[in-house]
């Protein structure tokens, strides 16, 4: 998978940094090294006897997924994939290691900025205008949410000793998917801090001290999707999807999207596999009552009119290819059916400078935070904070009781947002229709005047532009989430 939706490609640039900044690229590996494999069975054809089939052509199973028909497999033979190929059972064989794009530190810095005193929640809610701007402290007056409702962040871990995350944790639901089998999610998995900044917005308890979550009462699980240098890869995202929908989670968010091609187009058998698999997994979490909500990426970008890709895939380093592409190819998870697609706002209430978005993909918009276009005196410094492992650095941090918080900003804030307001409906509402449900508790924006991003082009170099109209458009879906009227 791609890298975290939290360092927009537009502000790199903006910054004079250049866009290639905001990734670093793979060590490419020897001959011999042995890699990891995604083996696409047929629909229909068992996987039963895998572990013979994958021995015959040199290599091991790490997991069968036998219920959609994936297997992840390692093999050091350099012959393996076109031997799997000859199997009749088997659709297609894609190696997952060695491609890639993973998130980087944060390049530009500013002061320490502070807003104005707590009025609601907990020591640092006045800092929190993201949670004020969707009626959060409105909503928890009718429900804070319910132990019944289980969220699953599946990011890059989880740092389940935050005091703000320790209340809420669910150890028996979190998995460690980075081998692309699920173990115990161990202390200090989260070497990102990614993963525990989008749990904070979910589910941050209402202990009195820090910030709040949306939804402060549910259970929170951590599931790592990636491993410790921020690379999501299929084997990691396919463990993860097979591990929520079979221990009872109800939903889950994901603020990334899949490596190593930003856009899988179904015309290239390798991609067409990886795609596949994960289809299936996500389409099985579904047939389980999985809600899957999911960031649109932050490439300032039409999803439902993409033009090219500029980044796919970023291997070996140096050689990335832009490439032209077209409605064939799409972004995994984002724009999977009954994915919950998710843009990012401001504290204005426009969408952010980064956010990409589209008529077909975009559901609902949350705050995810505006560093350029939508600095207020409640958010002087644009970014939404949340919860950040003690472990880790943070350019704009907080500390509170020891505690650490980061601001940070991208669509992987936006929806955890959205996450926690489906964790409120769950609660009070109950599951069936919950997509829907979700799309009918916002505030419908209009399209603005686009021409406040004409500095931040799509890709393709085009102009970012809105279509639709007030209950329906490609900035918004249809509107803002409302955690309110989601409880009422």
């Not at 959205?418 to 599951?431: E, I, N, P, T, W």
Request: charged residues 15%.
């Amino acid at each position: 998978m791609r890298h975290l939706l939290n360092r927009p490609r537009a502000l790199l640039a903006a910054a004079g940094l250049g866009a290639a900044l905001c990734v670093a690229p793979a060590i490419q590996a020897g001959a011999a090294t042995e890699s990891t494999y995604v083996v696409l069975y047929h629909e229909g054809a068992s996987s039963s006897n895998a572990a013979n089939t994958i021995a015959s052509a040199g290599g091991t199973v790490v997991a069968n997924y036998s219920q959609i028909g994936v297997v992840i497999a390692r093999s050091s033979n350099s012959g393996f994939a076109s031997a799997l190929k000859q199997n009749g059972n088997v659709e297609g064989v894609a190696a997952t290691t060695g491609l890639g794009v993973r998130v980087a530190p944060e390049q530009d810095s500013a002061a320490e900025d502070v807003a104005a005193a707590a009025t609601w929640g907990d020591s640092l809610s006045g800092l929190q205008w993201d949670m004020q701007q969707i009626n959060v402290p409105q909503a928890h007056q009718v429900t804070p949410g319910s132990k019944q409702v289980v969220v699953a962040t599946l990011d890059t871990g989880l740092d389940f000793t935050h005091p703000d995350l320790a209340p809420n944790y669910d150890a028996a639901r979190s998995a460690d998917c980075s081998s692309g089998a699920p173990a115990p999610l161990l202390p200090g998995n989260d070497q990102n801090g990614h993963g525990t900044h989008t749990a904070g917005t979910i589910a941050a308890a209402a202990n009195g001290t820090g910030i709040v979550g949306v939804a402060p009462n549910v259970r929170l699980a951590g599931v790592k999707t990636s491993n410790d240098d921020g690379y999501f890869f299929p084997e990691m995202v396919v463990c993860a999807y097979m591990w929520s929908a079979t221990k009872g989670i109800n939903v889950t968010n994901n603020s990334y999207f899949a490596d190593p091609w930003l856009f899988n187009c179904r015309n290239d058998a390798e991609q067409r596999a990886i795609w596949k698999a994960e289809r299936r997994a996500i389409r099985y979490a579904q047939s389980k009552g999985v809600l899957v909500v999911a960031s649109q990426g932050n490439d300032s970008t039409d999803l439902s009119h993409p033009r090219v890709d500029v980044i796919s895939p970023d291997y070996p380093p140096g050689n990335e290819q832009e490439r032209e592409i077209t409605n064939a190819c799409s972004v995994v998870p984002v724009e999977v059916p009954g994915v919950v697609g998710v843009t990012a706002t401001g504290n204005k209430r426009f969408k952010s400078y980064y956010s990409s978005y589209g008529i077909s993909t975009a559901d609902v918009a949350a705050p995810g935070g505006d560093a350029i276009l939508q600095l207020t005196p409640a958010a002087p410094n644009g970014r939404v904070l949340s919860t950040y492992p003690s472990y880790r650095p943070c350019t704009r941090q907080v500390i509170e009781n020891g505690a650490k918080y980061c601001y940070l900003q991208g669509t992987s804030m936006a929806a955890p947002h959205v996450a926690g307001v489906a964790a409120l409906l769950l609660s009070q509402r109950g599951g069936a229709g919950a997509a829907a449900k979700l799309q009918q508790a916002t505030n419908p924006l209009p399209c603005p005047d686009t021409s406040i991003y004409a500095a931040f082009p799509q890709n393709s170099g085009e102009p970012q532009t809105c279509q639709g109209g007030t209950a329906h458009n490609s900035f918004y879906g249809a509107g803002e989430i409302d955690a309110l009227k989601a409880v009422s």
